[in-house]
């Protein structure tokens, strides 16, 4: 439910079904209601249509070629609003707050010293040029020597080749 009013509530039903020996599975919409045979034979009907359309044939007369199910889904999915993105003000341009160290840092085969920004310190405005290496949690990002960052105002990075 997760906050979303019940109005607003939306479960879309899915299978994946195979012909049995078969190693991958068709995934069809699945009707809402109760889970019957009528709701069987719909999603059977469907499989064999999208196998049809998929393969170029069915089994769906051959009772000699049953019908595996593997999986039955649900998914439920309330509707967002979009987020208003704000405009960040230009910083000072000073890059040393950022900067976090040296390495050597391997580019082209060669050892280049290279300098490590933590990201959520740039701020708008600020232009690193590589080498240099940019830091968060679950990403780093190369910036290779010939090339150059700008942090935009939604804080996003910029990476242009040098002189371009």
């Known amino acids: 439910k997760e906050g979303f009013s019940p109005e607003d509530h939306v479960y879309r039903r899915s299978a994946d079904l195979r012909y049995f020996g078969q190693a991958f599975e068709v995934r069809?919409?699945?009707?809402?209601?109760?889970?019957?045979?009528?709701f069987a034979k719909v999603v059977?009907?469907?499989?064999?249509?999208?196998?049809?359309?998929?393969?170029g044939y069915d089994f769906r007369d051959d009772d000699r070629q049953p019908v595996e199910w593997v999986n039955l889904r649900v998914s439920g999915i309330g509707p967002i609003t979009r987020p208003v993105i704000q405009e960040m003000a230009i910083?000072?341009?000073d890059?040393?707050?950022?900067?976090?160290g040296e390495r050597e840092i391997w580019f082209e085969g060669d050892p280049v010293k290279t300098s490590i920004y933590w990201r959520s310190k740039l701020e708008p405005g600020d232009c690193i040029t590589g080498p240099a290496i940019i830091?968060?949690?679950?990403?780093?990002?190369?910036?290779?020597?010939?090339?150059?960052v700008r942090i935009d105002r939604f804080?996003?990075?910029?990476?242009?080749?040098?002189g371009s």
């Open 91 to 93: 910083g000072d341009g």
């Open 28 to 38: 069809v919409d699945a009707p809402s209601g109760d889970i019957d045979s009528h």
């Open 135 to 148: 830091e968060e949690f679950g990403s780093t990002v190369p910036i290779h020597p010939g090339f150059q």
């Open 155 to 162: 804080r996003n990075i910029i990476v242009t080749k040098a």
């Open 95 to 100: 890059v040393s707050r950022a900067l976090t």
């Open 44 to 55: 059977e009907d469907r499989f064999h249509d999208a196998h049809r359309a998929l393969y």
